[in-house]
T-cell receptor
């Protein structure tokens, strides 16, 4: 079956611009996660959805970052007034349920470059 | 924030050799996961561990959940060139039942044919 799909795979934008990154989770997975991975580092948690609601957004770095999942499936991560420090690979993952033991299945990420 | 200390940071080995890497935490984790990431791709789950002391194998890979719940190791036996990549440990903090998976900083493995 299809895995987690993320689009675009690469995004180059100018400082100050607005970007949207899309994630299509595995069908039937109720939990969806966004992580950010900087070069040479492990992924860092941003936000987690259970269904349509954000259950934990404690990893969002500031109010320029926002994510939605209006129908409990596809999710969009939105970044306003982008800064060069936002450059990273943004990974989306989904899992079958939201329990602490449910493994995450990751997409291939969107590589965001802010110039 | 919560940190997982993963070591070694990198390894360069000969094909056929065994590999061992580990992960430690200052606090308890109730699940340990090991992922592998290839360039340009997302992490792929290798092994999941759910109970202290659990020893689980997946082909040439073996991982254990430490008795103290504060550590885990991953062994790869008889390495082959396709084992090249970055290996991450990850875990759910003992007090958390949400999706906030904490990752180590990764071990980069290079295999010389």
């Amino acid at each position: 079956g299809a895995g987690v799909s993320q689009t675009p795979s690469n995004k180059v934008t100018e400082k100050g611009k607005y970007v949207e990154l899309r994630c299509d989770p595995i069908s039937g997975h109720t939990a969806l996660y966004w992580y950010r991975q900087s070069l040479g580092q492990g992924p860092e948690f941003l936000i987690y959805f259970q269904g349509t609601g954000a259950a934990d957004d404690s990893g969002l770095p500031n109010d320029r970052f926002f994510a939605v999942r209006p129908e409990g499936s596809v999710s969009t991560l939105k970044i306003q007034r982008t800064e060069r420090g936002d450059s990273a690979v943004y990974l989306c993952a989904s899992s079958l349920r939201n329990s602490g033991g449910s493994p995450l299945h990751f997409g291939n990420g969107t590589r965001l470059t802010v110039t | 924030g919560q940190q997982l200390n993963q070591s070694p940071q990198s390894m360069f080995i000969q094909e056929g050799e065994d590999v061992s890497m580990n992960c430690t935490s200052s606090s308890i984790f109730n699940t340990w996961l090991w992922y592998k990431q290839d360039p340009g791709e997302g992490p792929v789950l290798l092994i999941a561990l759910y109970k202290a002391g659990e020893l689980t194998s997946n082909g040439r890979l073996t991982a254990q959940f430490g008795i103290t719940r504060k550590d885990s190791f991953l062994n790869i036996s008889a390495s082959i060139p396709s084992d090249v990549g970055i290996y991450f440990c990850a875990g759910y903090h003992g007090s958390s039942n949400t999706g906030k998976l904490i990752f180590g900083q990764g071990t980069t493995l290079q295999v010389k044919p």
